[in-house]
């Protein structure tokens, strides 16, 4: 899921924020790249980062349905707010 960025024309990939209950350390950044892992007081952990397409989002829920982790949420995200958040409700 690229998008051209009107200023270069270039493709850029979309940033999505994966919201999982569970905590994951910096251990898992490796397995999760290119996403950023951000584990949360309230037991949740957020992955954000660049997607390049359809195929590498649904690897990346694949690797969460793989560690057992309970999927919260599947949101595009603005790279440019902290942790990629969007004008969405946080679940809880």
């Known amino acids: 899921m690229t998008f051209r ?11 999505y924020q994966i919201r999982v209950k569970g905590l ?14 951000t584990p949360e007081a309230n ?3 957020i992955l954000t980062g660049p997607v390049v397409d359809q195929a590498a989002l649904h690897g990346l829920l694949t690797k969460v349905r793989d560690l057992g982790l309970p999927l ?6 603005d790279p440019d707010e902290p942790h990629g958040d969007t004008d969405q409700p946080h679940h809880q």
Do not use: K, N, Y
């Not at 009107?6 to 940033?15: D, M």
């Not at 898992?28 to 290119?34: A, I, K, T």
């Open 5 to 15: 960025d009107p200023a270069t024309a270039r493709a850029v990939p979309a940033h």
């Open 24 to 37: 994951l350390d910096a251990r898992w950044e490796r397995w999760f790249e290119p996403l950023t892992i």
């Open 43 to 45: 037991g949740e952990t």
């Open 72 to 77: 919260i949420s599947v949101t595009r995200a």
